[in-house]
C-alpha cells in the first residue's frame, strides 16, 4: 500500500480506518486483495442502497454500454433521460402527488445543493439560508456554509456567509419548545436575522451523528416556512432513496419540501448522478443560469430505472427496510443495555442507526475491531463519538445478524481493554 502513501494526497479519510486494497464486491460484501471478505455496513456512505454490483442492474448497464448507446451528453436530449424521467415520474412522483420539476445539476450531492441554495437566493431575491446545529450540506462553499462542522468549515479558508444556523430538534434536550428563537427572531425587526430565503435541512442528519427529526418537528417547520413564505429545502442526499424506509425521507412526516436534493443511491448502483427536485412555480432558471459538464451521465440514468423498477413499483423495499431496522434497532439496543456505561444511547429509523458513545474515543476503537472481524463501519458525530451503520438495504436479516454479533464483539474487546 505503500503507493497510496506516497502519491495520494494527505486528504484521504475512510482508507485509514480499512488498511487493505479492495478488489472486487458483490450484494453486502468487498473482498481485498489477499482474499479477505468483509461485511458491508458503510455502503459507500449511502450510495449502495442496493448493494455491490446488483445483478439485475448491472445486466442493464452491460447491455446499455454494449450497444454503444450515448454515455456522455450533457443535456442533450437522449433516450436514457427521457426514460429516467418518465420511470421517476411514473414510479416517485405521482404516487406521491409530487408535482416537481427535474434538475440534473452535476453528479454528486454538493452539486444538488449548490443549485437549491442558489435557486431560492434567485426565486426569492434573499440572501440568507437558515440550516441546523450539527448539519451536513457538502464540501463546496456554498454548501460549506450551511454545515455545522467546525473542522470543515475552517478548511474552507475563507469567510461563509449568508448562512445562520438554529437548533436541531431536541439540541437543547427539550428544555426549550421548538422554534422560539427561529421564530421570535423571525417576527422582531431588531435580531440582526435578515429574512431567510430558504431553510435547509435533513431529516436524520447522517454525518451530524444520526440525530433523528420527529415527524411533528418537521411539520413545525414547514409550518413556520409557511408562515413566513421562506423556502423549504430537504436535504436527503444520504436519508433518500428507501434509507429510512420510504423512498423519500420526508413522506414519514407527510410534508411537502418546495426543493429537494437527492443524490447518492439515486442510480443505485455507485454511479455519480443527483437531481434538483423543485415545485413546478419555482422553476425561474434562464436556459444555461446554472450548468456543468457531467449533468447528463447516462449509464447512471439506466441503472436508476432498472432500480426503480425493480424495486419502487409497490411497496415491498419499505416494509422490507422498515423491518430490518426494527432487527437492527433491537440489537442495538440489547447492546446498550449490557454496556450501558459505555454507550449513551441509540439512535436512527429504517437502516440508518447510530450507537452513540459516552467516550468519544471509544467509537473509532469499535469500528477498527470490526474491520480485523470483517465488518465496515464508520463513525460520525461532531466529535466522532457515533458508531455509524449504512448496511445496503438488500442486506439479509442474516447478514444483519452477523454484523450485529461482529458489533457486540468489539464494544466488549474495546472495554476489556479498558478493564485492563
Known sequence: MDVFASLESEVRGYCRGW????????????????????????AGAGTLNYGHNNPQLKRRLLDYLGSDAIVHSLDMYTAAKRDFLERFNEYVLQPRGLDY????????????????????????????????????????????????????????G??????????????????TPDFLLFDTMLDDSGSGLDKPAAVIVETVQGEGGINVATAEWLRGLQDLCRRH????????????????????????????????????????YGL???????????????PGEHNGTFRGFNPAFVTAVAALEDYWTGD???????????????????????????????RGRGLAWGLVMNDPETAPKVCEEAFA??????????EGEVVKLLPPLTTTEAELARGLEIIAD??????QKVTV
Open 272 to 286: 455519480p448522478f443527483a437531481v434538483t427536485l423543485m415545485k413546478r412555480e419555482l422553476d425561474v432558471w434562464e
Open 19 to 42: 488498511p487493505t486494497v479492495f478488489t472486487t464486491a458483490r450484494g453486502s460484501h468487498m473482498t481485498d486483495e489477499n482474499g479477505k471478505t468483509y461485511l458491508d455496513f458503510f
Open 373 to 382: 472481524r470483517g465488518l465496515l463501519m464508520e463513525t460520525s458525530g461532531p
Open 410 to 415: 468489539s464494544v466488549e474487546a474495546v472495554r
Open 229 to 268: 413564505d421562506i423556502l423549504l429545502i430537504v436535504d436527503d442526499v444520504q436519508m433518500g432513496c428507501g434509507r429510512t424506509g420510504p423512498f423519500f425521507s420526508f413522506e414519514e412526516a407527510g410534508i411537502t419540501p418546495d426543493i429537494v436534493c437527492l443524490s447518492k443511491s439515486l442510480s443505485g
Open 101 to 156: 420539476k427535474v434538475q440534473f445539476p452535476g453528479p454528486a450531492g454538493n452539486n444538488s445543493v449548490e443549485a437549491a441554495l442558489k435557486l431560492a437566493r434567485k426565486y426569492t431575491g434573499r440572501e440568507t439560508v437558515v440550516s441546523f446545529t450539527n448539519a451536513f450540506h457538502g464540501m463546496t462553499l456554498g454548501a460549506l456554509a450551511v454545515t455545522g462542522n467546525s473542522m470543515k468549515r475552517t478548511g474552507a
Open 316 to 346: 415491498d423495499m419499505e416494509k422490507q427496510t422498515l423491518a430490518k431496522g426494527q432487527q437492527v434497532q433491537a440489537a442495538l439496543e440489547e447492546i446498550a443495555l449490557a454496556h450501558a456505561g459505555a454507550i449513551d444511547s441509540v
Open 158 to 175: 475563507v469567510p461563509l456567509g449568508h448562512g445562520v444556523a438554529m437548533p436541531y430538534d431536541n439540541y437543547l434536550d427539550g428544555r
